[in-house]
């Protein structure tokens, strides 16, 4: 599949959960999302890291977590359009190893138009 991750630990930030991990991979920053995070919290993470290097990834598992990252990309881009910077969404699919298990998600990629 298109765009997998090998199975070495990606580089990641879990978003709205106690972890404050910051790693960055291959110039975008890796935000996962769970059922749990809340919206305007990962939206104001999108927000930093798109004024920060122009590109961020948002990965997801599931359909819980898929809609606050929806939320999430939408709420980002009105915070960026009152400084005048417009994002798109780019969806994919993505296979990720979780405790030795591959599972697909769906992954966000957000860029600066």
């Known amino acids: 599949m298109a765009g ?3 199975h070495s630990t990606p580089a990641t930030r ?7 991990d910051v790693v960055e991979r291959q110039g975008a920053e890796v935000l996962k ?3 749990r995070s809340r919206p305007s919290a990962v939206a104001g993470a999108i927000a930093g890291v798109i004024r920060d290097s ?3 990834e948002v990965q ?3 359909a819980g977590a898929t809609n606050q990252a929806i939320k999430a ?3 980002a881009r009105s915070y960026l359009s009152e400084e005048g910077i417009d994002i798109v969404c780019t969806p ?6 979780i405790d030795d298990e591959e599972r697909t998600a769906i992954r966000l ?3 600066r138009r």
């Open 73 to 75: 990309v939408a709420i």
């Open 54 to 56: 122009g590109v961020a």
């Open 4 to 6: 997998n991750l090998s």
């Open 109 to 111: 990629l957000v860029e």
């Open 33 to 35: 999302v769970s059922t």
């Open 60 to 62: 997801s598992i599931g």
């Open 92 to 97: 994919s699919f993505i296979d990720v190893a």
């Open 14 to 20: 879990a978003v709205g959960a106690n972890s404050a």
